[in-house]
Structures are given as C-alpha cells and as structure tokens.
C-alpha cells in the first residue's frame, strides 16, 4: 500500500521568512496526484496545492509552491513570506484511483 | 452553495450503541469518500463510492457500513460503536469545485464523535 511520511512533527518559521515542509511517499504506480492540505484549529481541511504526477514542472500558488522529485518520491512545501495565518496542521497526501493516503502532519508556528 | 456539509457536529455515545452520520454535497460530484483523523494522525480512507449505486472499502472499513442514498448524499453508520471509533470523521466529495477551483477532493467541516 501506498504509504506517505512527514518527518517533520513540529516547524517554526519567524514571520515574512520562509520555511519549507518535507514529505516523501511510496508507490509503484507512474500516474497519481499530490497534495498538501492545511487544517486549521477549525478542523477545515483547506487545498494549499496539488501536483500532477506526469506534469514536471512544479505547481505554485501565490506564496506557496512544491519541490516535486519523482525519481527521489519526494513532494516539499516552501512558503514564502509567511504570515501569521500560515499557522495550521499541514497534511501531505497522495492519490491514485480513489485511495486518498495522508502523511501524520506537520504542525507550523509562525512567530510575530 | 454550501459545498459538503455533515450532521451533527457533535456526538456523544455509548458502548454498543448506533448512529448515522449525514454527508451531502451540492457540487454535483460523482464521486465521495468517508474519512476518520485520530488524534496525531492524518486522515484515513473508511469507505469511498465512485458513483451513485457503487461503494467501495478503503483503508479501515471494520465496524462501518455506508450508503449512497442519491447523488448527494453519502450516510455513514456504525452499528455497534466502540471506544476505538472515538474520533473526528470527515466526509469529502471530489470533482471540479465552484468557478475556478481546481478538481480535487472537498471536505466537510467534520463530525467529532466520542464513544464512552
């Protein structure tokens, strides 16, 4: 089964710096897709970004963008100017044909 | 457009008791998915259905039974509940969100269920 690791519980970035959040999967497949999900104290799950699998180039979202290696399965998250409303639980996940696997968070403080 | 919303917010049971737990979206998305979040954990697949009439086991379907009553709506029942379904369940739709979002899988606000 596909398997996705955040080896990061906890990160700490000072405000308007920039911090980057790693995660790294396993699977065999060549077609699926990759996400990383915010959670605020609110419990909503928010799309930050999400990355095609047979696309190259890297996806980007205003001040967030990802580093994707497939050859290395590895997937991170750079947040650029961080803002004191970047703090949440961030979930990477990966999916292919329905099966939707998330990694166990990394909890980010942004520090005024 | 409220997008995936889920009933009740809140849940307090009892050992070997049942319960429904409501999902409906109004995206007009094919396909929708149950999730459980415990504690330090991230989310895990219960069941999914790809379509309206299908449904399908994910990662941990032991103790629950699902329904796709219609395009909308996706229920969750635990037939006996346990100490160990003590937790936050979520209920996702995926498809092309509202104008201009991307196609992906959209979450509702969450069910957090206590089992004593």
């Known amino acids: 089964a596909q398997t996705v690791t955040q080896s990061q519980p906890e990160m700490s970035v000072q405000e308007a710096e920039t911090v980057t959040l790693s995660c790294t999967y396993d699977?065999?497949?060549?077609?699926?897709?990759l996400f990383w999900y915010k959670q605020p104290p609110s419990r909503q799950m928010i799309l930050v970004i999400r990355q095609e699998a047979y696309k190259q180039q890297n996806a980007t979202e205003n001040r967030f963008s990802v580093n994707f290696q497939k050859a290395a399965k590895s997937f991170s998250l750079k947040i650029s100017d961080s803002q004191l409303g970047d703090a949440a639980m961030y979930f990477c996940a990966y999916e292919d044909n329905n099966d939707m696997r998330f990694g166990a968070g990394t909890r980010l403080t942004v520090k005024p | 457009n409220a997008g995936v919303t889920q009933t009740p917010k809140f849940q307090v049971l009892k050992t070997g008791q049942s319960m429904t737990l409501q999902c409906a979206q109004d995206?007009?998305?094919?396909?929708m998915y149950w999730y459980r979040q415990d504690p330090g954990m991230g989310l895990r697949l219960i069941y999914y259905s790809a379509s309206e009439g299908t449904t399908d086991k994910g990662e941990v379907p032991n103790g629950y039974n699902v329904s796709r009553l219609n395009k909308r709506e996706f229920s969750l029942r635990l037939e006996s509940a346990a100490p160990s379904q003590t937790s936050v369940y979520f209920c996702?739709?995926?498809?092309?969100?509202?104008?201009?979002?991307?196609?992906?899988?959209?979450f509702g606000p969450g069910t957090r269920l206590t089992v004593l």
């Open positions: 699977t065999s497949e060549s077609d699926y897709y």
């Open positions: 995206m007009n998305h094919n396909s």
């Open positions: 996702a739709s995926k498809g092309q969100g509202f104008v201009g979002r991307p196609y992906t899988q959209y």
